[in-house]
């Protein structure tokens, strides 16, 4: 009997697109990521404009990829590091009479989009989890990896996962330490409703009120965190049971002649 093994490498892009595509907020946050790139990268001027805004200090707007996933950790990356920079140039633009009309509007929308802080949020939450996902990939895909090392690196990264758990505050504060706009999009009160079902046996009750923060972690940031955890989850069970029949083989160049 055959046993297949899959690609670790891909296993996580599989884990980390999953999670892109979990939520409309950070589909959203992609689509922009990629219209930045898109917006500086169509006209050689925006593109000098963008370079002396940033310096030579910071990477410049990188280009996703929906195959190498690793161009996403590359792309949030850039703007994290230089997203105030990055803003500079898009209201040098906005403000530049000499540029089309379609030209400044679409700086404004993409400078407005950078203000809010679901932006800003997201920017650093994805900046520190591809961080991570891109070097456990780099390793899981070296010459001379074996499964345990695999194993090991895999439940690493979810353990690290799962400890974003409680750090939305902190993601957060920073936000608002960099975002414009202190306030949520939706900074409206939502009214969760009951089911039918509990109504029904337990009677009515006072709806349950969420404010916007709570929506967005809810919602949002810890949506993004469970499909990650059970993506990982998934794929860790699977390279288990494959290290539990062969991992063996990994051992036995350490294994003494003697004890043979």
Request: net charge neutral; charged share 25%; glycine share 4%.
């Amino acid at each position: 009997m055959a046993v297949f093994v899959p690609c670790a490498g891909h296993s996580l892009n599989l884990v980390g697109v999953k999670a892109a595509e979990c939520c409309i907020q950070v589909v959203s946050f992609f689509e922009f990521v990629r219209k930045l790139y898109t917006f500086f990268s169509a006209s050689t001027h925006r593109w000098a404009i963008l370079t002396a805004s940033i310096g030579q200090h910071c990477s410049v707007v990188k280009r996703l990829s929906d195959t190498r996933w690793s161009a996403h950790a590359d792309a949030v990356k850039a703007l994290c590091e230089g997203y105030s920079n990055i803003q500079l140039a898009l209201d040098s633009l906005a403000c530049d009479v000499d540029q089309s009309k379609d030209t400044r509007l679409e700086a404004q929308s993409l400078s407005k989009k950078m203000d809010k802080l679901e932006t800003v949020i997201l920017t650093l939450f994805w900046n520190d989890v591809l961080s991570r996902f891109n070097g456990v990939s780099k390793t899981v895909q070296k010459q001379d990896v074996n499964l345990s090392v695999v194993v090991s690196v895999i439940q690493s990264l979810k353990l690290f996962t799962e400890s974003l758990r409680d750090q939305f505050s902190e993601y957060e504060s920073k936000a608002q330490a960099i975002a414009k706009d202190l306030q949520y999009t939706d900074s409206s009160r939502r009214a969760s409703k009951r089911s039918r079902r509990i109504t029904f046996l337990e009677g009515p009750a006072p709806d349950t009120v969420l404010a916007a923060s709570d929506k967005f972690r809810v919602d949002t940031y810890l949506a993004v965190i469970d499909s990650l955890i059970a993506g990982l989850s998934h794929r860790l069970a699977a390279y288990e049971e494959i290290h539990s029949l062969f991992g063996f083989f990994a051992e036995l160049r350490d294994i003494d002649v003697k004890d043979t």
